[in-house]
């Protein structure tokens, strides 16, 4: 028997019971749906241990690396205490502004050092809340580093509550409360041979670009193919960046879209989803990242597993302007 520990909870889960039964016969309100693995209603998270293999069966790598699991296949064999899935969300450490500047007409690059260190994996997100309480979630553009400094790529919307706040009022030396990193989008050593392919729009590339830097680091051996788009080559920011590390890193390729009318010598026309899945019809075996606008990133996903993409190697995170709780 094991004694599992669920915010203000104590249960005992029975050794032939999944973790999701025990709950329910406690009249503990958590969501469910199949029952059978399928559906992925009840996934949980480990905060303390690791869980039973059977209990992560059909989840992506990334979310095995963070002790997630479905409590509708878990029989425990230890005690755990266990979460939902993004309840953890504290504000956990305060991040100093030490530079912020254009990147282009309305995306900013802001870095923050944080006061502890946060552990987090290049392409996760975390929540940022300004003084009135209004937060929202933002992309690390950059690898985990021993200065605890973590960069944001961020879009400045025309009366955007929190961007323009940043725009305006944030000011260097101010200090601003972070949560812990939270997403599956993030690049993980396996399968290095695998091919990878980075689809962002706008600020969409402050996820891909950690992602990139982490697989290089890390000696990805596959090809890396990273598709920037926008409307017009000012929004491509960081072109000439990507470019020259294009030519320096023989598995890397670049390819810069423009989906706006003129498309100058150099850059790709078409949107960046569209031309990604014309480039590489078969994506039988590539790992596929996306990240940007939401409608981008739901019609890509549907189209990348058509192309032959499992849907466990397809990783996203859309921008939406809600944020997450
Ligand atoms: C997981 C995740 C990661 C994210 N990462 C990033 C990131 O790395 N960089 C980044 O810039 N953003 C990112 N976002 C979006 C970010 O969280 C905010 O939603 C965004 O910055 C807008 O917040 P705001 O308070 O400025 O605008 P809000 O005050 O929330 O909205 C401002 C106004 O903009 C309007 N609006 C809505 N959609 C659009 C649109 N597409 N174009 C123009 N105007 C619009 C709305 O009608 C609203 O009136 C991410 C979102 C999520 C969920």
Known sequence: MSTITFKTHQLTCHPDET????????????????????CHTCLMRSSDQTPPVKAQEGLKPTQKQQNYFLACLCKPDQDMTITLPDAADKFITYGKVISKHPLSKDIIELKLECNNPLSFKAGQFVNLMKPDGVY?????????????????????????????????????????????????????????EQGLLLIGTGSGLAPLAGILMDALEQKHTGPIHLLHGSKNKEGLYRFNEMKSLAEQQQN?????????????????????????????????????????????????????F???????????????LTPRS
């Not at 025990?22 to 469910?32: F, Q, T």
């Not at 058509?306 to 939406?320: N, P, R, T, V």
Request: charged share 20%; hydrophobic share 35%.
């Open 136 to 192: 929202r979630s933002y992309s690390i553009a950059n690898t985990p580093n021993k200065n605890n400094i973590i960069e944001f790529h961020i879009r400045i919307l025309p009366g955007g509550q929190f961007s323009e706040w940043i725009y305006n009022d944030l000011a260097i030396g101010d200090q601003i409360p972070i949560t812990d990193a939270k997403g599956n989008c993030f690049y993980i050593p396996e399968r290095q």
């Open 306 to 320: 058509l192309q032959g993409a499992a849907m466990q190697d397809i990783y996203a995170d859309a921008f939406f």
């Open 252 to 304: 890397f390729h670049y390819t810069a879209c423009i989906s706006g009318d003129t498309t100058p010598e150099t850059y790709t026309r078409g949107r960046a989803n569209e031309v990604a899945l014309k480039k590489i019809t078969d994506l039988k075996g590539w790992r596929v990242y996306l990240c940007g606008h939401p409608d981008m990133v739901e019609q890509t996903k549907k189209q990348a």
């Open 19 to 38: 973790l999701l039964d025990a709950m329910l016969r406690k009249n503990i309100d958590v969501p469910y749906n199949c029952k059978s693995g399928s």
